[in-house]
């Protein structure tokens, strides 16, 4: 069992650009931490639940924006498969979301 | 493996996790599975947000949750998912020493996340009596966070299984694919847990 970890390292130029990609994957990490940080203050704070409510949802999906597009590529290329499944599951997550509520609170 | 040349190739390409057939099925198959996994996650939701008044005379979620734990688990999940990413980042430069530790730490901060969220379902349990069984919010809530609490313990048994199967190995086009799959399935764990956090705890919180 030959142990090939030394093998075949990447060049200069993909080195380098697997560290810009880092450098935006950290930034992408940075907001994460400081949407979540908002999330909490609002809370917090005691906002009333009108305002509160919506606010929170957007800072999740925004956060869950970066996590599928930067932390797993999905802005990369080669990824259409990828997001037609994903958006299709979220297409039948909302119907399931609505669906259920709507049936027991009406 | 060291017979096959063609998953040991003198020169690694650029995305090992995506050279070969396999490894692009892999990739495919598994956000196939994401796109399941987003539907039956939204069945808890939906019920959860349907059934979490119905509270049987037991505590509300106002009451129950509080929020310096659940601060500290989010944080433990959010730099988990960086800790895979910088993993990542080793694979695709063929560091698999790195690889490995960055994994571990993944792993770890994994575990603190599980042993913190089984603390919490035990002081809801012993301190305020709130079970499975205590009202359809107990339910709907147990039944949400536990099966994400599941897949945090699945995604570790994972994690540990392909860490040590292949601590020989080294790293290849054979196992490339299977490190990248694990850490899109860690990374869609704390979608999941985005909504966990703001749905349950802060809108629950809210009121």
Same mark, same amino acid.
């Given at each position: 069992?030959?142990?090939?970890?030394?093998?075949?390292?990447?060049?200069?130029?993909?080195?380098?650009?697997?560290?810009?990609?880092?450098?935006?994957?950290?930034?992408?990490?940075?907001?994460?931490?400081?949407?979540?940080?908002?999330?909490?203050?609002?809370?917090?704070?005691? !906002?009333?639940?009108?305002?509160?409510?919506?606010?929170?949802?957007?800072?999740?999906?925004?956060?869950?924006?970066?996590?599928?597009?930067?932390?797993?590529?999905?802005?990369?290329?080669?990824?259409? !498969?990828?997001?037609?499944?994903?958006?299709?599951?979220?297409?039948?997550?909302?119907?399931?979301?609505?669906?259920?509520?709507?049936?027991?609170?009406? | 493996?060291?017979?096959?040349?063609?998953?040991?190739? /003198? #020169?690694?390409?650029?995305?090992? /996790?995506?050279?070969?057939? /396999?490894?692009?099925?892999?990739?495919? *198959?598994?956000?196939?599975?994401?796109? *399941?996994?987003? &539907?039956?996650?939204?069945?808890?939701?939906?019920?959860?947000?349907?059934?979490?008044?119905?509270?049987?005379?037991?505590?509300?979620?106002?009451?129950? =949750? *509080?929020?310096?734990?659940?601060?500290?688990?989010?944080?433990?999940?959010?730099?988990?998912?960086?800790?895979? &990413?910088?993993? !990542?980042?080793?694979?695709?430069?063929?560091?698999?020493?790195?690889?490995?530790?960055?994994?571990?730490?993944?792993?770890?901060?994994?575990?603190?996340?599980?042993?913190?969220?089984?603390?919490?379902?035990?002081?809801?349990?012993?301190?305020?009596?709130?079970?499975?069984?205590?009202?359809? $919010?107990?339910?709907? $809530?147990?039944?949400?966070?536990?099966?994400?609490?599941?897949?945090?313990? =699945? *995604?570790?048994?994972?994690?540990?299984?392909?860490? &040590?199967?292949?601590?020989?190995?080294?790293?290849?086009?054979?196992?490339?694919?299977?490190?990248?799959?694990?850490?899109?399935?860690?990374?869609?764990?704390?979608?999941?847990?985005?909504?966990?956090? #703001?749905?349950?705890?802060?809108?629950?919180?809210?009121?």
């Amino acid at each position: 069992m030959a142990n090939n970890t030394n093998t075949g390292n990447p060049d200069t130029f993909h080195k380098q650009k697997h560290k810009d990609e880092m450098i935006k994957q950290l930034i992408t990490f940075v907001l994460m931490i400081v949407f979540t940080i908002i999330a909490f203050v609002v809370v917090l704070t005691g !906002m009333d639940k009108f305002f509160a409510i919506p606010l929170l949802l957007l800072l999740a999906v925004v956060q869950v924006g970066f996590q599928f597009y930067y932390f797993m590529h999905m802005k990369d290329k080669g990824h259409e !498969m990828p997001s037609l499944m994903i958006y299709g599951g979220i297409g039948a997550a909302i119907v399931t979301v609505l669906a259920l509520t709507l049936i027991i609170w009406w | 493996m060291s017979h096959d040349h063609s998953l040991n190739p /003198e #020169t690694m390409p650029h995305n090992p /996790e995506k050279a070969t057939l /396999e490894g692009k099925n892999k990739f495919l *198959g598994l956000w196939f599975f994401l796109g *399941g996994e987003t &539907v039956l996650f939204a069945s808890l939701f939906g019920t959860y947000l349907a059934l979490k008044n119905s509270t049987a005379g037991g505590p509300s979620s106002e009451e129950l =949750f *509080g929020l310096e734990l659940v601060f500290i688990m989010t944080m433990l999940l959010l730099t988990s998912s960086l800790t895979s &990413v910088y993993a !990542m980042y080793h694979m695709k430069n063929n560091d698999f020493k790195k690889m490995q530790l960055w994994l571990g730490i993944t792993g770890l901060l994994g575990l603190a996340f599980l042993s913190l969220e089984i603390y919490e379902f035990y002081h809801y349990i012993h301190d305020y009596g709130f079970t499975f069984r205590s009202s359809a $919010f107990g339910s709907a $809530f147990y039944t949400l966070v536990g099966f994400h609490g599941g897949h945090v313990l =699945f *995604g570790l048994c994972w994690l540990t299984a392909i860490m &040590v199967r292949n601590a020989k190995r080294g790293l290849n086009l054979y196992n490339a694919p299977k490190f990248n799959t694990f850490s899109l399935y860690w990374h869609f764990i704390d979608v999941v847990w985005v909504f966990i956090f #703001t749905v349950v705890y802060l809108m629950g919180k809210v009121g």
